[in-house]
């Protein structure tokens, strides 16, 4: 445990997959009610710097796809790896790989709006400014930070088998692989410069996790076994009392106060608290 995560490890926030969740219901709300009012919550870092902070919160709340059964159950899958790798990593270090990710695709639409004032320079005007850094902010969704989740999880449970399409079983770290490979053929085959910061920020999240994880071997299956079946056999031998009076029965369990001596004179290891050490008849 570091020493960050012992002075803040306390704020850590439980069930962040839920929260999550429960950001793009509010958008799908949102979407219902009003579409175009989307287009103020977007990360859009050229009206950030124009006095739109709020957008540096409100794009999670855009949901990663249109609402239909299929994004229903993708949501309720994500959720559960989501909850499985807070089990795991534990509530601050969920809150760390995730709101990581969010911090990284903010940061890498200021890198796209950095780099887009390198490419065109003096002669963007204000309307184009505005006009291109928009379209662009559509591209940063959480949709790869629930992406950079499966490849979390794929990573820490690579045996695990799920079942694709509801019937065919498979392991997890196959179905990661095949997510890895589609998001590096979206980053070369999309021209976008915005989905490539988009799909680099998961990515990086990713790879810091999986370094970071390297060193965290009580994640490992076969560690997290051996510690279940440890524990299970520890709570099953019996409990012994170290210092026990061999006059009144006393224990420090029943005072932790208590000091306890053994009598060189008694035979046996007889032992005797401080009320009855000088007190008590000596057993030959």
Same mark, same amino acid.
């Given at each position: 445990?570091?020493?960050?995560?012992?002075?803040?490890?306390?704020?850590?926030?439980?069930?962040?997959?839920?929260?999550?969740?429960?950001?793009?219901?509010?958008?799908?709300?949102?979407?219902?009610?009003?579409?175009?009012?989307?287009?103020?919550?977007?990360?859009?870092?050229?009206?950030?710097?124009?006095?739109?902070?709020?957008?540096?919160?409100?794009?999670?709340?855009?949901?990663?796809?249109?609402?239909?059964? #299929?994004?229903?159950?993708?949501?309720?899958?994500?959720?559960?790896?989501?909850?499985?790798?807070?089990?795991?990593?534990?509530?601050?270090?969920?809150?760390?790989?995730?709101?990581?990710?969010?911090?990284?695709?903010?940061?890498?639409?200021?890198?796209?709006?950095?780099?887009?004032?390198?490419?065109?320079?003096?002669?963007?005007?204000?309307?184009?400014?505005?006009?291109? #850094?928009?379209?662009?902010?559509?591209?940063?969704?959480?949709?790869?930070?629930?992406?950079?989740?499966?490849?979390?999880?794929?990573?820490?449970?690579?045996?695990?088998?799920?079942?694709?399409?509801?019937?065919?079983?498979?392991?997890?770290?196959?179905?990661?692989?095949?997510?890895?490979?589609?998001?590096?053929?979206?980053?070369?085959?999309?021209?976008?410069?915005?989905?490539?910061?988009?799909?680099?920020?998961?990515?990086?999240?990713?790879?810091?996790?999986?370094?970071?994880?390297?060193?965290?071997?009580?994640?490992?299956?076969?560690?997290?076994?051996?510690?279940?079946?440890?524990?299970?056999?520890?709570?099953?031998?019996?409990?012994?009392?170290?210092?026990?009076?061999?006059?009144?029965?006393?224990?420090?369990?029943?005072?932790?106060?208590?000091?306890?001596?053994?009598?060189?004179?008694?035979?046996?290891?007889?032992?005797?608290?401080?009320?009855?050490?000088?007190?008590?008849?000596?057993?030959?």
């Amino acid at each position: 445990m570091s020493n960050f995560e012992r002075k803040f490890g306390k704020y850590a926030i439980p069930n962040l997959s839920l929260i999550l969740i429960l950001c793009y219901v509010l958008g799908y709300i949102i979407m219902k009610i009003n579409p175009y009012f989307m287009f103020y919550l977007t990360l859009d870092p050229y009206q950030i710097l124009h006095g739109q902070i709020w957008r540096i919160f409100t794009w999670i709340i855009q949901p990663p796809s249109e609402l239909n059964v #299929f994004t229903i159950i993708m949501l309720i899958f994500y959720y559960s790896l989501g909850t499985s790798l807070e089990r795991t990593l534990g509530t601050y270090r969920y809150n760390v790989f995730l709101i990581g990710g969010i911090l990284i695709t903010v940061a890498a639409s200021f890198v796209g709006l950095l780099f887009g004032y390198v490419l065109y320079g003096g002669s963007m005007s204000a309307e184009f400014a505005a006009s291109y #850094f928009g379209n662009g902010a559509l591209y940063f969704s959480t949709y790869y930070i629930n992406m950079s989740i499966f490849l979390a999880y794929a990573i820490t449970f690579p045996e695990m088998q799920v079942l694709l399409m509801f019937v065919i079983p498979i392991k997890v770290k196959w179905l990661g692989i095949l997510y890895g490979v589609m998001l590096v053929l979206d980053f070369v085959q999309i021209p976008s410069m915005f989905v490539k910061l988009a799909i680099g920020a998961s990515l990086l999240n990713v790879a810091i996790f999986y370094v970071r994880r390297r060193n965290l071997s009580y994640l490992k299956p076969k560690e997290i076994k051996r510690r279940t079946e440890f524990k299970a056999k520890v709570n099953q031998m019996p409990k012994m009392t170290v210092h026990k009076c061999a006059v009144c029965g006393r224990t420090q369990e029943d005072d932790p106060t208590l000091e306890f001596r053994f009598c060189s004179k008694c035979s046996g290891a007889r032992e005797y608290c401080q009320d009855h050490l000088f007190t008590h008849k000596h057993i030959m």
